[in-house]
């Protein structure tokens, strides 16, 4: 059993930044890709950004904005439009796992 624990949401004041944390029991880059999603209140689960085989990739609205990497995930210039419950997802070729997500919300 992989548990994922998400850490380093919370509120901040638009403009801002956030840094936020995967963790799972083991070696995280045992993984083959860990990807970032976000669900805001009444709206689908939305890739944010993911990185595989040390290529990332990102949703055109957090281009420039976002940065993946395995340790976090880098948010700036954070904008109302980010609030959202942020879940990190890693997988291999067998199996996906996710962690309960953390709470981002941004302020106007």
């Known amino acids: 059993q992989v548990h994922v624990a998400e850490s380093g949401g919370g509120l901040v004041q638009s403009g801002g930044s956030l840094r936020l944390s995967c963790a799972t029991s083991?070696?995280?880059?045992?993984?083959?890709?860990i990807a970032w999603y976000r669900q805001a209140t009444g709206k689908l689960r939305e890739l944010v950004a993911g990185?595989?085989?040390?290529?990332p990739d990102y949703a055109e609205s957090v281009k420039g904005r976002f940065t993946i990497s395995w340790d976090y995930l880098q948010m700036n210039d954070l904008k109302p439009e980010d609030t959202a419950v942020y879940y990190c997802?890693?997988?291999?070729?067998?199996?996906?796992?996710w962690g309960p997500g953390t709470q981002v919300t941004v302020s106007s």
């Open positions: 997802n890693v997988r291999d070729d067998w199996s996906s796992h």
């Open positions: 083991g070696n995280i880059r045992k993984f083959n890709r």
């Open positions: 990185l595989s085989d040390g290529t």
